[in-house]
Nanobody, 129 residues
Framework: QVQLLESGGGLVQAGGSLKLSCTTS????????MGWFRQPPGKEREFVAA????????YYTDSVQGRFTISRDNVANTAYLQMGSLKPEDTAVYYC??????????????????????WGQGTQVTVSS
């Protein structure tokens, strides 16, 4: 069974940075596409970023393009989300997710929650104005 554990959330002022980590256990991390989603207060979960199992392609929602960077370290079995120029509207619970099948998908497929098989518990990110 694959387990995901997020860390790195917290309170930060607008314009600041945070780096989220998602450490996995079980299975073969290098086979997994990884995604980050977030759920703002009172809203539905939304796609943030994804990276393919090969690490060759990354995808972002428009609102974070140029501010956030997703990456992976297959030795550490960890995916990261480096967040910069944070805004109050980035406030949310951030979830990491894993697609366990070693395959590439059409880009928009990575933005769909049902693409992912395993999810972490989430980490809170709060950006103050």
């Amino acid at each position: 069974q694959v387990q995901l554990l997020e860390s790195g959330g917290g309170l930060v002022q607008a314009g600041g940075s945070l780096k989220l980590s998602c450490t996995t256990s079980g299975g073969t991390f290098s086979n997994y596409a990884m995604g980050w989603f977030r759920q703002p207060p009172g809203k539905e979960r939304e796609f943030v970023a994804a990276i393919t199992w090969s690490g060759t392609r990354t995808y972002y929602t428009d609102s974070v393009q140029g501010r956030f960077t997703i990456s992976r370290d297959n030795v550490a079995n960890t995916a990261y989300l480096q967040m910069g120029s944070l805004k109050p509207e980035d406030t949310a619970v951030y979830y990491c997710s894993a697609n366990l099948f070693r395959r590439h998908y059409f880009p928009t497929t990575y933005m769909i929650p049902s693409t992912y098989d395993s999810w972490g518990q989430g980490t809170q990110v709060t950006v103050s104005s």
